[in-house]
């Protein structure tokens, strides 16, 4: 992606961080429109516009593009875990809320690891299918099962 980009490592590094400050400042508001009881809307909005965002990545043809859709992807995803945790307990008495939270982050994990064999097997076997590099079917394929 780096090369195809032509994007310097400061570039790189620079998308990396921004991903971190979207994240970051999108905590305190979704916590507070989640506190007021309007979860049944920032939820599905955070998912779908962090689907769509990546979706949209591999139509990226420069680093400022890269930028942009790292700082957007953050910016969504951000409210998603503290908004996960309040609304676990919220559903559930103090003595289940641990174990439903523990099956939460198991599913994290494992989800994280599925995704890093689903990224090995696509950057190795999926470049210039139908003209598209291995990064962009990575992130096509990603985008879709968020």
């Not at 516009?49 to 680093?63: K, Q």
């Not at 994280?112 to 210039?128: E, F, I, K, T």
Request: charged content about 10%; glycine content about 10%; hydrophobic content about 50%.
């Amino acid at each position: 992606m780096q090369d195809d980009l032509h994007m310097s490592d400061t570039v790189w590094s620079a998308g990396i961080s921004l991903f971190y400050v979207g994240y970051i400042i999108s905590q305190v508001p979704a916590n507070v429109i989640i506190a007021k009881g309007k979860p049944r809307i920032l939820l599905p909005c955070c998912m779908l516009g962090w689907s769509i965002t990546t979706i949209c990545m591999p139509a990226v043809t420069a680093g400022w593009g890269f930028l942009l859709c790292r700082f957007v992807v953050g910016l969504t995803e951000g409210p998603f875990v503290p908004a996960v945790s309040l609304l676990t307990s919220s559903w559930y008495t103090k003595h289940e809320s641990p174990l439903r939270m523990g099956i939460w982050h198991a599913g994290n994990t494992i989800s994280q690891a599925v995704s890093g064999l689903l990224a090995a097997g696509v950057l190795r076997n999926m470049n210039d299918v139908a003209g598209l590099s291995a990064w962009q079917w990575f992130l096509l394929l990603e985008g879709q099962f968020l």
